[in-house]
């Protein structure tokens, strides 16, 4: 069994970030959970739960964050590199939830309608969006890279479009006296939060449950394998996520000669600079063979 690993630049989120993000929303959920309870606002309420469940996806965030640092050992020789791909599953699961609770309270909410002390939720909403916003900015650029810090901006960017959503309700109800309001702009919300909340759901479990990547063919793969000088019949592959930055694969090589290791070796460093280069896989594994009865099949149930 050859091994090679193609060394990546790895982005480097920031921690920090995190952290800000976490006081701020600690901050405005506190503040909008007094004024929907004063002000009679689901919406504002709904608001202050969706921040609630962001400051804690931003803290099992920044957890997984610290854990996939840690280096591999004996008991754990991938080390925690997964532990973001379980925060992401998590906080997206979370987002799911919060939505459905949100969709019954405004369900409630039109069943037994009331007044709403509208000033104190624009002014709340308002700030709702600069905290929202000013987090939002501070991830945006770790959500570029990481799933990770994806599923913690996402939680933050749809907080702010719900902040806005509740803004303008609180507008409606106090120039035309639509309360109603408050419950429909309960709903959306919680619809874009469920939209959302199952895109990320489904990154995330396919990546855990080791699925092939979506932009990765493995017939494509066979057939540019088959194409490198001295390498004989790809098959029994495997190819995986083991993080967000990660993309493994191992396979048998049914190599056309009694090769040498030295020429073996030779072979491999060029099928491995043509995945990386062609398909971004960054580790490979392959067992060489000659004349070795087994299944030849690409995929082969073990």
């Known amino acids: 069994m050859n091994h090679n690993h193609v060394h990546i630049e790895?982005?480097?989120?920031?921690?920090?970030?995190?952290?800000y993000s976490i006081l701020l929303n600690l901050l405005i959920t506190i503040a909008q959970v007094v004024g929907g309870i004063v002000s009679g606002s689901l919406a504002l309420i709904s608001d202050?739960?969706?921040?609630?469940?962001?400051?804690?996806?931003?803290?099992?965030?920044l957890i997984a964050?610290?854990?996939s640092r840690r280096k591999a050992s004996i008991d754990q020789t991938f080390g925690l590199k997964r532990a973001e791909l379980i925060a992401a599953f998590v906080?997206?699961?979370?987002?799911?939830?919060?939505?459905?609770?949100?969709?019954?309270?405004?369900?409630?909410?039109?069943?037994?309608?009331?007044?709403?002390?509208?000033?104190?939720?624009?002014?709340?909403?308002?700030?709702?969006?600069?905290?929202?916003?000013?987090?939002?900015?501070?991830?945006?650029?770790?959500?570029?890279?990481?799933?990770?810090?994806?599923?913690?901006?996402?939680?933050?960017l749809t907080d702010m479009m719900a902040s806005i959503a509740v803004l303008v309700g609180g507008l409606l109800m106090k120039f035309f006296g639509w309360f109603w309001v408050d419950s429909v702009m309960t709903i959306l919300i919680a619809i874009y939060l469920i939209v959302v909340g199952i895109d990320l759901l489904l990154k995330s479990t396919k990546m855990l449950m080791l699925f092939t990547p979506a932009h990765i063919d493995i017939k494509e793969i066979v057939r540019a394998v088959h194409k490198v000088s001295g390498a004989g019949k790809l098959h029994h592959i495997h190819v995986w996520h083991l993080n967000e930055e990660e993309i493994h694969l191992e396979a048998h090589l049914d190599?056309?000669?009694?090769?040498t290791l030295t020429q073996f070796d030779e072979v491999l460093n060029r099928i491995e600079l043509l995945l990386f280069e062609n398909f971004g896989i960054n580790h490979t594994t392959i067992q060489p063979e000659f004349k070795k009865e087994d299944p030849k099949d690409f995929i082969v149930q073990d």
Do not use: Q
């Open 48 to 61: 202050a739960l969706h921040n609630f469940s962001d400051v804690l996806s931003l803290v099992f965030s």
């Open 10 to 19: 790895k982005h480097e989120v920031k921690a920090k970030n995190l952290v």
């Open 255 to 259: 190599c056309p000669e009694d090769f």
């Open 91 to 156: 906080n997206a699961a979370t987002l799911i939830i919060v939505a459905f609770i949100l969709i019954y309270g405004a369900i409630e909410r039109f069943i037994h309608p009331h007044d709403i002390k509208s000033n104190l939720v624009i002014w709340l909403a308002a700030l709702g969006i600069a905290v929202n916003g000013f987090s939002v900015i501070l991830l945006k650029k770790d959500a570029n890279h990481n799933l990770n810090m994806k599923s913690a901006y996402l939680h933050l």
């Open 65 to 67: 964050n610290k854990l």
